[in-house]
């Protein structure tokens, strides 16, 4: 189970790397780019699985198993997610009209995301015993909000206080 937590560790630490020098020599809370957006999900993922794993008192093979199940919905939740990014920033330069149309996508996205979501925690809670699907519903319900907490504070940092010393930008 050390070897769990250890991993996720390294993962925080990589995913608020990635995410505090997202736009290198850019102002500071200028948007990311498509492939660090998508690596900062793929990493932010991969935290997931780990944390589950050890939720779930899996060995490395177990996880990595896991981590093979859920990669479908990993895959579409990332493409998904970057869809919405970047409506939202097309709505920032949108007229009115063309606001509309972008919000509707915007908003269907999100339904998708909600029921790729539903999929994914029966294909997890598939087989498990009662004990641990509890923990792993828990887990997977509370975790969206963990890394949503996580990303406002880089997010505030990164707008307030400017790039870090020893970032991508110096």
């Known amino acids: 189970m050390r070897m769990h937590w250890m991993a996720l560790i390294g993962l925080w630490a990589?995913?608020?790397?990635v995410t505090a020098s997202a736009s290198p020599g850019g102002p500071p809370g200028a948007p990311m780019d498509r492939a660090t957006r998508e690596q900062m999900?793929?990493?932010?993922?991969?935290a997931f699985i780990v944390e589950l794993g050890q939720i779930l008192d899996l060995d490395t093979a177990g996880t990595l198993k896991l981590a093979e199940?859920?990669?479908?919905?990993?895959d579409r939740r990332i493409k998904l997610r970057l869809e919405t990014w970047?409506?939202?920033?097309?709505?920032?330069?949108?007229?009115?009209?063309?606001?509309v149309s972008v919000a509707r996508k915007v908003a269907?996205?999100?339904?998708?995301?909600?029921q790729l979501d539903q999929a994914e925690l029966e294909e997890l809670l598939k087989g498990l015993p009662s004990d641990k699907a509890a923990k792993a519903a828990a887990f997977f319900v509370e975790y969206p909000r963990r890394i949503e907490?996580?990303?406002?504070?880089?997010?505030?940092d990164r707008t307030m206080n400017g790039p870090k010393p020893g970032g991508a930008g110096d």
């Open 86 to 99: 970047e409506g939202m920033e097309a709505l920032k330069g949108t007229g009115r009209t063309d606001a």
């Open 14 to 17: 990589c995913t608020a790397s």
């Open 69 to 74: 199940r859920l990669k479908q919905f990993d």
């Open 108 to 114: 269907q996205t999100r339904v998708e995301i909600a």
């Open 149 to 156: 907490h996580m990303a406002r504070e880089i997010h505030r």
């Open 41 to 46: 999900l793929q990493r932010v993922h991969t």
